[in-house]
T-cell receptor, first 110, second 117 residues
């Protein structure tokens, strides 16, 4: 599994767009990029997954450049309830397990 | 759909006793379930992978005789912490993958906070 690097923490004001970048220089051809969100004392929740270019769902957008060595999770107009830890994971579909990195602790400020 | 439950949500036990944690997939069949441990302010650490009807596969450094995992059905896996000690106090989280599911399709339970006194 490719190792990922994310900022340890980020702060943002309510209503702003937040972009969290993840580096995965050793990503393999068959690897997908997946982001999870975790609130305190809860299990992680799947946010979004992508392979290349851009993926958007009702919660977030995921931008992946052509070389796929990084990815950016974009959260539009964050609210206080978006305060959580966000994990970027890279691995192959069909792989059996998930290895979580350090994650990015996002704090949304009123 | 894809709801995973854990029971209990919180447990306090005395040192030397054993504790069983249940993980259930409520609305789907889970051929594979995973157990994670998370210490405060740290990331999730995979402990073991559990396949229905077979022995669990433990990650390096995880004692299989201390953390007993049973995956007796397609909807239930249990983790038993035997002879618990204060250093076993942690947040234990399970996840389940649907039959035929892909890498990202793991659904996590709400976690169980274990405190050993």
């Amino acid at each position: 599994l490719a190792k990922t690097t994310q900022p340890i923490s980020m702060d943002s004001y309510e209503g702003q767009e937040v972009n969290i970048t993840c580096s995965h220089n050793n990503i393999a051809t068959n690897d997908y990029i997946t982001w999870y969100q975790q609130f305190p004392s809860q299990g992680p929740r799947f946010i979004i997954q992508g392979y290349k270019t851009k993926v958007t769902n009702e919660v977030a957008s995921l931008f992946i450049p052509a070389d796929r060595k990084s990815s950016t999770l974009s959260l539009p107009r964050v609210s206080l309830s978006d305060t959580a830890v966000y994990y970027c994971l890279v691995g192959q579909t069909g792989a059996n397990n998930l290895f979580f990195g350090t994650g990015t602790r996002l704090t949304v400020i009123p | 759909g894809a709801v995973v439950s854990q029971h209990p949500s919180r447990v306090i036990c005395k040192s030397g006793t054993s504790v069983k944690i249940e993980c259930r997939s409520l609305d789907f069949q889970a051929t594979t379930m995973f157990w994670y441990r998370q210490f405060p302010k740290q990331s999730l650490m995979l402990m073991a992978t559990s396949n229905e009807g077979s022995k669990a596969t433990y990650e390096q450094g995880v004692e299989k005789d201390k953390f007993l995992i049973n995956h007796a059905s397609l909807t239930l896996s249990t983790l038993t912490v035997t002879s618990a000690h204060p250093e076993d106090s942690s947040f234990y989280i399970c996840s389940a993958r649907k039959r035929g599911g892909t890498f990202h399709e793991q659904y996590f339970g709400p976690g169980t906070r274990l405190t050993v006194t």
